[in-house]
T-cell receptor, first 111, second 115 residues
Framework: GQQVMQIPQYQHVQEGEDFTTYCNSS?????IQWYKQRPGGHPVFLIQ?????EVKKQKRLTFQFGEAKKNSSLHITATQTTDVGTYFC???????????FGTGTRLLVSP | ETGVTQTPRHLVMGMTNKKSLKCEQH?????MYWYKQSAKKPLELMFV???????ENNSVPSRFSPECPNSSHLFLHLHTLQPEDSALYLC??????????????FGEGSRLTVL
C-alpha cells in the first residue's frame, strides 16, 4: 500500500545543535507537506513542497523535496527548546487525493 | 486559536455506551476529515467528506459512524467501542480543488478513553 516512512523516530539534542528528519516514499509523490505537533497539541501545518528539487526556508528551518519526488527532509539549524515536538511529513502519491502521514520524528531539545 | 473546534476535548466511555464527537470549522473550507492518532502509530485517516459527501472510508469498523450535515459541521458517532479504540481523534478541514488538497487545519482533538 501507499506508505511514507520517516526517520529517525526520536532524537534528543542539546540546544544549539542541528537536527534533521527524513521522509521516504517508494512511489512518486505529487507534493509533500510538513506538520509540527507540540506535546499535548495538534498538528500544525508548516509548509508544502511541490516541485522536484524544491528547497524552502522558514527562519532556521530548511525543507527539501528530492529530485525524484520520492523523499523529503526537514533540517533545523541551531535548535531551540521551542522546537520540541513531533514533526510529521505527509505525502500525496501521484494520482491519489489521499494524504499519507509519516510516523513522525519526535524531537527533544535540552537546554 | 484554531479555526477548527472539537468537543468534547476528553471523553471516557464504557464499551456499551453511545457517544458523539463534534467538529466545527469556521474557515469556509469544503472538505472535512476524521483522523485517529494512537501512540507510536502514524495519523490514520478514517473518513473524508468533500462538499458534504463522503469520499473516503478507510475500512473503518461500523462502530464508528460519521455524519456531515453541512460543510461546517462533522460528527463521529461512537457505539460499542473497544478498549483499543482509545486514542486522540482529530478533525481537520481543508480547501480542496479536484485532486489537489490544500493544507490541513486540525482541531485540538478529542481524547477518547474506552473502559
Amino acid at each position: 500500500g501507499q506508505q511514507v516512512m520517516q526517520i529517525p523516530q526520536y532524537q534528543h539534542v542539546q540546544e544549539g545543535e542541528d537536527f534533521t528528519t527524513y521522509c521516504n516514499s517508494s512511489t512518486t509523490l505529487s507534493n509533500i507537506q510538513w506538520y509540527k505537533q507540540r506535546p499535548g497539541g495538534h498538528p500544525v501545518f508548516l509548509i508544502q513542497l511541490v516541485k522536484s528539487g524544491e528547497v524552502k526556508k522558514q527562519k532556521r528551518l530548511t525543507f527539501q523535496f528530492g529530485e525524484a519526488k520520492k523523499n523529503s527532509s526537514l533540517h533545523i539549524t541551531a535548535t531551540q527548546t521551542t522546537d520540541v515536538g513531533t514533526y510529521f511529513c505527509a505525502g500525496r502519491h501521484t494520482g491519489f487525493q489521499k494524504l499519507v502521514f509519516g510516523t513522525g520524528t519526535r524531537l527533544l531539545v535540552s537546554p | 486559536e484554531t479555526g477548527v473546534t472539537q468537543t468534547p476535548r476528553h471523553l471516557v466511555m464504557g464499551m456499551t455506551n453511545k457517544k458523539s464527537l463534534k467538529c466545527e470549522q469556521h474557515l469556509g473550507h469544503n472538505a472535512m476529515y476524521w483522523y485517529k492518532q494512537s501512540a507510536k502509530k502514524p495519523l490514520e485517516l478514517m473518513f473524508v467528506y468533500s462538499l458534504e459527501e463522503r469520499v473516503e472510508n478507510n475500512s473503518v469498523p461500523s462502530r464508528f459512524s460519521p455524519e456531515c450535515p453541512n460543510s461546517s459541521h462533522l460528527f463521529l458517532h461512537l457505539h460499542t467501542l473497544q478498549p483499543e479504540d482509545s486514542a486522540l481523534y482529530l478533525c481537520a478541514s481543508s480547501q480542496s480543488q479536484g485532486l489537489s488538497t490544500g493544507e490541513l487545519f486540525f482541531g485540538e482533538g478529542s481524547r477518547l478513553t474506552v473502559l
